[in-house]
């Protein structure tokens, strides 16, 4: 158990719906990064959370959202969902300075 | 951005073989990580490096921060089933908490 833990494992959903994911960070880490690895793909960051306020943004969709909440857990909205977004969604997070820890993924398949 | 050119894509080899992948940057990293991922799971930290010319090792794995601080490489000596999985690099520029990942590479080892 790497400390980090996503929501729900697996899901499968149709075309043009919306889902939403969910992340709580190791204890004491404030910054989440999410990242989307498609099959036999790299990982590609989506965007990154610190304390509550978005810190950076890689290469996320407009039809995808985060946000960060008080208590530190984050989610990851996806709507008007298409077969390509079928992916595995990870969530990392860290202390300033070291490396990212992360979560064991959630499997998104589109249908 | 800074970039990852991370080498080899994907290696076969046999059981017992040591082997070698590296990664290269566009910009000097102040810190190098490497990470592995076993099919189906998130990324776990294997060793990271925080210093020009660190050499570290855990177990069967080395990994070193090259002396101009746009390279590392990760060998791993005698090699088995288990190993099997992606190996990203990961790097960080200075004054930055991101991280930049590679894109990986694709160890299968033949029994």
């Known amino acids: 158990d790497s400390g980090v833990t996503q929501t729900p494992k697996h899901l499968i959903t149709a075309t043009g719906q919306r889902v939403t994911l969910r992340c709580s960070p190791r204890?004491?880490?404030?910054?989440v990064y999410w990242y989307q690895q498609s099959l036999d793909q790299g990982l590609q960051f989506l965007i990154q959370y610190y304390n509550g306020e978005e810190r950076a943004k890689g290469n996320i969709l407009e039809r995808f959202s985060a946000q960060q909440f008080p208590d530190l857990h984050s989610e990851l909205n996806l709507s008007s969902l298409e077969l390509g977004d079928s992916a595995l969604y990870f969530c990392a997070s860290s202390q300033r300075g070291d490396g990212y820890t992360f979560g064991s993924g959630t499997r998104l398949t589109v249908v | 951005g800074q970039q990852l050119n991370q080498s080899p894509q994907s290696m076969f080899i046999q059981e017992g073989e040591d082997v070698s992948m590296n990664c290269t940057s566009s910009s000097i990293f102040n810190t190098w990580l490497w990470y592995k991922q076993d099919p189906g799971e998130g990324p776990v930290l294997l060793i990271a490096?925080?210093?020009?010319?660190e050499l570290t090792s855990n177990g069967r794995l080395t990994a070193q921060f090259g002396i101009t601080r746009k390279d590392s490489f990760l060998n791993i000596s005698a090699s088995i089933p288990s190993d099997v999985g992606i190996y990203f690099c990961a790097g960080r520029g200075a004054g930055s908490y991101q991280l930049t990942f590679g894109k990986g590479t694709k160890l299968s080892v033949i029994p």
């Open positions: 490096l925080y210093k020009a010319g």
């Open positions: 204890s004491g880490d404030l910054s």
